[in-house]
């Protein structure tokens, strides 16, 4: 193959998704002015945290995500959207393996303001 | 039912795009900070366009949509995503029936800079 002069593959989500196994680890896989489109595979429980600056979107790809909010649950399956608005906390968890496409400004951070062991900044993948 | 007090329910993309069948007119199904995330049917081909002050997101719900460049097509299926890059002419085209969803800052014209007769505002959907 010979290299395009400008970059006209569309980037297939579920390709990404297999190029990686680890959980809870972010993969920048687009970017949109200055925000970044990620996927994660996660599968438990995460923390407790909030963004303070950015509302955060999720689209849940297969699997099923419970993000719990103070105030109640949230439950998405595959295709369904929600956005935890700016200085919302939030905790997602999974009871089975569930890959999630992430967006929101770039250099957000998976943990928020909690930090703490789980932190980790978004990697790109190929 | 009652109304919650916070609106837990998430979007699911596909009962959105069951609300409507009018082609290339965008709906507005989520907000996130000051961007929108839409979706829109098309079928045909589009006006050649550009969005001068911003990138934008394609993802592809289900059937295939041909962005055309004026270096090179893109070919999108299911579960891919292409960003056109800002001030990059595009024409987008469908040889069938296609549902995708888009993601730029709100306010932003389905027909760029080019205007014309297919210019719509995006619609908000319940």
Redesign the interface.
């Known amino acids: 193959m010979t290299a ?3 970059k ?7 390709d990404k998704l297999a190029q990686f196994s680890d959980l809870w680890s972010q993969r920048t ?5 200055d ?1 970044e ?1 990620k996927v994660a595979k996660v599968h438990g429980e995460f923390v407790w945290h909030e963004h303070e600056d ?4 999720f689209l849940v ?1 297969s699997g099923r995500l419970t993000i719990q ?1 103070r ?7 595959p ?5 935890v608005p ?1 200085g919302v906390e939030h905790c997602p968890k999974a009871d089975e393996e569930t890959a999630i496409l992430l ?3 770039k250099g957000t951070l998976n943990t928020g303001s909690a930090g703490g062991p789980l932190t980790l900044a978004a990697v790109p993948l190929d």
Do not use: F, M, Q, S
């Open positions: 395009p002069t400008r006209t593959a569309p980037v297939n989500i579920a896989i687009a970017a949109l002015n925000y489109v950015t509302d955060e979107l790809v909010l105030d109640g649950d949230v439950v998405l399956g295709g369904e959207i929600y956005v700016k967006l929101e400004p």
